[in-house]
């Protein structure tokens, strides 16, 4: 058939009707491709030509710029009004078949398609009318399906748990009844294992408003969602080890001068409430760090930057809500983006040592006391030693003395370790010594041979041994040769606190009566020198002595030490 310019070739074709009918654009072209020689009502209406005025025009015009030609695929049409048309066209020899597509639609290319599989993400469709989901390959290899298979919802389903089938249901129906995209991420078992889904949808509502289509895509999260547990579980295992451990965690931007606390121990360390905020590195420096610790801390920080190290400093604090100082330990890294760059943000640890450098400086203390009192000990038991051999008459008189100060030393030394402050009391020393003569009652009162009388003082351990050895002495000469060596002698020892010193001044009193003749001394005795010499040098104490006949008397003034807080191990 011969083809002429502004004839339609199909008009004697019985198919004419359907040509012009057709619910898709359809338009021929010449043998030469270059003029339009017929096209249908769709055709005219799609680009916006009035019906009849298309055959015959260029084809060229059709095209909305230059330096393409009618091909397959997505395409930028003119229309009658100059406007740009979407349309997608497919072609069959000199025959093409044109219909408008949306922007999306022309958005979405199999550069798109590939993109998106690139990035895990397969694509979708639900239909109402057959109930089915139509997969692309990516999206059957994350549902374990083979590819190419629609799939019923009910299949589909099947991996799921019912309290998780009746949420996403929820879900979905939600979404749908307010035209809104939805997403929720779902475990669901796929071939055996379980895996985590992120699904994203939208419903295409049909002519009757009601959803016709369900588009989206899907994205397999297993290992994303197992990195991100992994990170919050080992975070959460540095809080609580930092809570443990009372650490403080910070970081330090350089540029900006500012830090952020991570945790509530670092208010804590700081005296800090949250609405006070944080401190920068010349804050700390300036204004919270002792003055003595600055210069230290800058050279650390210096070094620190040089080598690129750990940092490692300590120093003094203000803490703000009570003005108190504290010792602290700071620990950190700098961090660089390259090798070759500043840092960019110290990461570290603080810890408030107060206590323990306390503990350590008490703990160094008493092991300095412990040998202190190990060697007046030693040298005490020696002169018991020489002493009693030189006075004693015979092996079994030297064994009895020695054995008996021992005791007493030993006794002075279990009161000293069982309190607390390292102290001693003088009527608990009293008691031992005493109690064997006589019923002697706590309160200080006393029945029969022994009165006490005094208020209740506790004895430093530096008097505590020399005046608990001196009791002892005088109980010994007084069973031995006066008041307790019969039975009709009485002691009565009186003691009370008189202002004086740094602690006051202990004034004591040793009265005996009752007891046979007394007669000095003809030479003197461990007991003479002990109360002569060891509580005059050990003691500082002034000592007097009676031998009057009707019974020896001792009186004493000490001044009595304070007391060494760092002894304490309460404090």
Known sequence: MNERVGQDPAADDPYRTGFDDAAIGLVVLSSDETVITAANRAAHDLVGWAPGTLPGRPAAELLHGEGEG??????????????????????????????????????????????????????????????????????????????GRSVSWDELKTGLSEVELARLSAAVAEAARTGEPYQFDTPTTVAGRTVILRVRGQAIPGPDGAPAVT??????????????????????????????????IFEWHMLE????????????????????????????????????????????ISQALREDGILHIGGRIRRKSDGAWRMIDMAGRFERDAPDRL????????????????????QSLLIRELHHRVKNTLATVQAIVGSTARTASSIESFYEAFVGRIKSLAHTHSVLTEDTWQTASLSNLLLNELKPYAEVMPDGGAE??????????????????????????????????????NRTGRVAVEWSLEPGGPAGILRFSWRETGGPPVEPPSRQGFG????????ITQVQAEVTTDYAVGGFSLTMRAPIPPRNDSLNPLV
Not at 105 to 118: F, I, K, P, T, V
Not at 221 to 247: F, M, N, P
């Open 70 to 147: 009618l091909r397959d695929g997505l395409q930028i049409w003119r229309r009658a009004d100059g406007g740009a048309l979407d349309v997608r066209v497919r072609r069959s020899g000199r025959t093409l078949a044109v219909e408008s597509v949306d922007v999306d639609a022309a958005a979405h290319s199999e550069a798109n398609r590939e993109a998106l599989a690139a990035a895990g993400l397969g694509e979708w469709r639900w239909d109402r009318a057959t109930g089915l989901l139509t997969l692309s390959r990516r999206a059957a290899r994350i549902l374990g399906r083979p590819p």
């Open 215 to 248: 588009v989206g895509v899907i994205q397999d999260i297993t290992t994303r969602v197992e990195a991100r547990d992994e990170i919050l579980s080992r975070d959460q295992r540095l809080r609580v080890a930092t809570t443990i451990a009372k650490l403080g």
């Open 257 to 300: 001068d500012q830090a952020i606390w991570e945790n509530e121990h670092m208010y804590e360390i700081f005296g800090h409430a949250p609405e006070d905020g944080t401190i920068g590195k010349t804050e700390f420096l300036n204004d919270i760090l002792h003055p003595d610790d600055r210069a230290a801390v800058r050279r650390a």
């Open 343 to 362: 840092p960019r943000r110290l990461i570290g640890v603080v810890a408030d040592v107060t206590d323990r450098r306390h503990a350590e400086e008490r």
């Open 448 to 485: 029969g041979r022994i009165s006490l009388d005094g208020p209740a003082i506790d004895l430093p351990s530096e008097i505590a041994v020399p005046i608990g050895m001196a009791i002892h002495e005088l109980t010994t000469n007084a069973a031995k040769y006066g008041a307790l060596s």
């Open 528 to 535: 003479s020198r002990l109360l002569q010499r060891v509580l």
